[in-house]
């Protein structure tokens, strides 16, 4: 038994006097309460986006992560019951009652709401909305990775939806750190790499910044689409397509990417070290570049 369960600690207690927006409302954490019949909590039903605030910029590709939460909401058949310009107002509501002035994350979570307990989210009328911010630490080093195979196919439907059902992902995410590693990347059924378990990834090889493709299983995060763009703009040649862990190792530099960590150098993958480059810092540069520039609330 976890040693601080047993001496009647609560886990949340770190975190128990910050406040969170609860469908409509704002609360304490310690205090906050969603039904049993949640179909979030039972199944895993519902959709979430995390975001990044900078001082003094706000929040970085805020109408895009929005944008993406309605989608995968509609997806799943869940409607979002606020309009984009109240989520914003609850945003910066959670961020001032919380004090957070500083580098932040902050979560949106959407699930369907209560319903009954045999599984039918057509009676799910009542979506359970919850934001919450906390002050965020960027990592100061590289990641050290394994591979593992990936949890979807390229017809899933859950594989472009940011979802709820991340068990998966926390399995591989759990034998990574047993593992010494930091993150997980994903390879497909006929050998190709598509995403980490949080995270997009691209490697230079040569002058060209290589990405998986779309056709694959994974999610087209919204930073990936801006490195991208950046690419572009800096006159570094993109392609999008199947490669092999062997291409990867062979690569002259690789990073991964996401919303939080930005960009991010890969160290070894599956303890086979990995050259670094001067490209992660060049792109670096513009993204904050654009950080500055396209942040908002």
């Given at each position: 038994?976890?040693p ?10 770190d ?8 469908n409509g409302?704002l609360?304490p954490?310690s205090?906050?309460w969603i039904p049993l ?8 039903m519902?959709v ?12 970085f590709?805020?109408?895009?992560h929005?944008?993406r939460?309605?989608?995968g ?6 409607a979002?019951?606020?309009a ?10 959670v ?17 369907a709401g209560?319903?009954p307990?045999r599984?039918?989210p057509?009676h799910?009328?009542t979506p359970?909305m ?15 990775t ?9 017809d899933?439907i ?17 034998q ?6 930091d ?7 006929g050998g190709?790499?598509?995403e980490?378990s949080?995270t ?5 090889k040569g002058n060209?910044?290589?990405?998986p493709?779309e ?7 919204i930073?990936?689409?801006y490195?991208?763009?950046i ?10 397509g ?5 291409d990867?190792l062979?690569?002259?530099e ?10 991010v150098?890969?160290l070894?993958?599956d303890?086979?070290?990995?050259a670094t ?13 654009r ?6 609330l």
């Amino acid at each position: 038994m976890n040693p601080e369960i047993q001496m009647g600690k609560n886990p949340i207690d770190d975190h128990a006097c910050l406040k969170i927006f609860l469908n409509g409302e704002l609360c304490p954490l310690s205090e906050a309460w969603i039904p049993l019949q949640d179909y979030g909590y039972l199944y895993g039903m519902g959709v979430f986006e995390t975001m990044r605030f900078y001082p003094g910029a706000g929040i970085f590709a805020l109408d895009a992560h929005l944008e993406r939460l309605r989608q995968g909401a509609r997806t799943l058949g869940i409607a979002i019951p606020y309009a984009v310009t109240d989520l914003k107002m609850a945003i910066a509501e959670v961020l001032e009652a919380n004090h957070l002035t500083g580098t932040s994350a902050i979560k949106i979570i959407l699930s369907a709401g209560p319903g009954p307990l045999r599984p039918d989210p057509t009676h799910c009328d009542t979506p359970t909305m919850v934001i919450m911010a906390t002050p965020y630490t960027p990592p100061q080093q590289g990641f050290q990775t394994i591979t593992r195979p990936s949890p979807h196919t390229c017809d899933s439907i859950l594989a472009g939806v940011k979802n709820l059902n991340y068990l998966a992902y926390l399995l591989a995410r759990q034998q990574a750190k047993q593992k010494g590693a930091d993150e997980v990347l994903f390879v497909d059924h006929g050998g190709c790499l598509c995403e980490g378990s949080t995270t997009n990834l691209f490697f230079m090889k040569g002058n060209t910044l290589h990405t998986p493709c779309e056709c694959l299983p994974l999610l087209d995060g919204i930073t990936r689409q801006y490195v991208l763009q950046i690419a572009e703009s800096e006159g570094i040649p993109t392609t999008e397509g199947c490669h092999s862990v062997t291409d990867l190792l062979m690569a002259d530099e690789a990073f991964l990417t996401n919303s939080l960590i930005e960009l991010v150098p890969i160290l070894s993958v599956d303890q086979t070290p990995l050259a670094t480059g001067p490209i992660v810092e060049r792109l670096m540069e513009c993204y904050h570049t654009r950080v500055r520039s396209d942040a908002n609330l």
